[in-house]
């Protein structure tokens, strides 16, 4: 049976916690209600409220009780709601999970899987909207991964709980119910994804567009476009890791198109995406044969609410395939 990325989600967790007794979930309304979205929906009746905690509005407490759960030797799987209010556990992430590990010389670890959702583009306006996944693949220490297909919505979130260091996961709310990504997935325990390279989702030799979560529908669409425009064949990687980046991969594919187009959503300057250019220009610049294109939210405090604006703001199609032909043109 084809599966949605929401039902790819709430089956890892369930397996997890069968799996795993130590392994218990914390957050904001995931007990009784199901979580916002239904993604932890009847893991409460099977599990009990001892594993399905359901927490006050206190993301800073969510996180922060899940990092001594961690170093007590539980396996929590916090979620924050909304990444637009997760900067009250910032201090937590950043300053004690990411670093845990290395000011411990190795004697302690904090394995932690923090599910979050993000993203716009569903009329959720300027604090239900937010991307901000740049702000932790800055931090080492902390694996920060964006699955962007529902076998990678399974299997990274099952590897990320099995890890012993901490995982950011972000989810992509336009995705939970995308009908174009179900997926038929296998029943295996072990049904586990990799949280350390790329993924090459369509295979090209004239551009490689580099994008993650949600921006990967838009960015095959956009490749199947151009090839009927004018046959001109564009390799789509998936970065689904941001931290650390696969750069082995992006340079490979790069070296053979000698073109490179990056897509993301969140705002232009600092994002992803200037890490990505950055790494070409210094170590494939002689395989360049045009200038590195990004496609972003342009550098605007929030996204807004009314859809036009939206619209505006947020990259589509049309944007990319004009990167596309801009590239293309050299």
């Avoid at 030797?73 to 709601?81: A, M, Y």
């Avoid at 959720?124 to 964006?146: C, K, N, R």
């Avoid at 360049?288 to 939210?297: C, E, G, N, W, Y």
């Amino acid at each position: 049976m084809s599966v949605s990325y929401l039902d790819a989600i709430n089956s890892a967790l369930t397996e997890e916690m069968r799996r795993d007794p130590s392994v218990f979930i914390i957050g904001e309304d995931v007990g009784a209600m199901g979580g916002a979205f239904g993604a932890t929906k009847g893991l409460l009746d099977e599990f009990g409220a001892d594993r399905v905690i359901d927490s006050p509005l206190a993301e800073g407490i969510i996180v922060s009780a899940s990092i001594g759960a961690a170093m007590a030797g539980l396996r929590p799987v916090p979620e924050i709601q909304f990444v637009d209010f997760i900067t009250p556990a910032m201090d937590a992430i950043t300053q004690q999970a990411a670093k845990l590990r290395y000011r411990s010389g190795g004697s302690q670890t904090c394995p932690l899987t923090l599910r979050v959702c993000y993203g716009g583009g569903t009329g959720g306006g300027l604090y239900h909207s937010q991307t901000d996944t740049t702000w932790f693949a800055h931090e080492p220490g902390l694996v920060v991964v964006a699955p962007a297909t529902v076998s990678d919505a399974k299997g990274m979130l099952k590897a990320g709980i099995r890890q012993d260091d901490p995982v950011i996961y972000f989810e992509h709310k336009k995705l939970y119910r995308w009908p174009a990504i179900k997926e038929d997935l296998p029943e295996d325990d072990d049904f586990l994804a990799d949280l350390f390279h790329c993924a090459v989702r369509r295979p090209g030799k004239d551009a490689t567009i580099v994008t993650y979560g949600f921006m990967l529908q838009l960015a095959l669409q956009a490749a199947e476009k151009i090839a009927e425009e004018n046959g001109a064949s564009v390799e789509v990687i998936d970065l689904r890791v941001l931290n650390p980046l696969d750069h082995d991969t992006i340079l490979e594919s790069v070296s053979r198109t000698g073109r490179l187009c990056i897509v993301q959503e969140d705002h232009r300057t600092l994002g992803i995406g200037s890490e990505i250019a950055a790494t070409v220009a210094e170590q494939a610049f002689d395989c360049l044969d045009a200038p590195i294109v990004r496609v972003s939210a342009p550098d605007v405090p929030a996204i807004p609410a009314a859809e036009p604006l939206e619209q505006f703001y947020m990259p589509n199609v049309d944007k990319v395939m004009d990167a596309l032909h801009r590239v293309l043109q050299y």
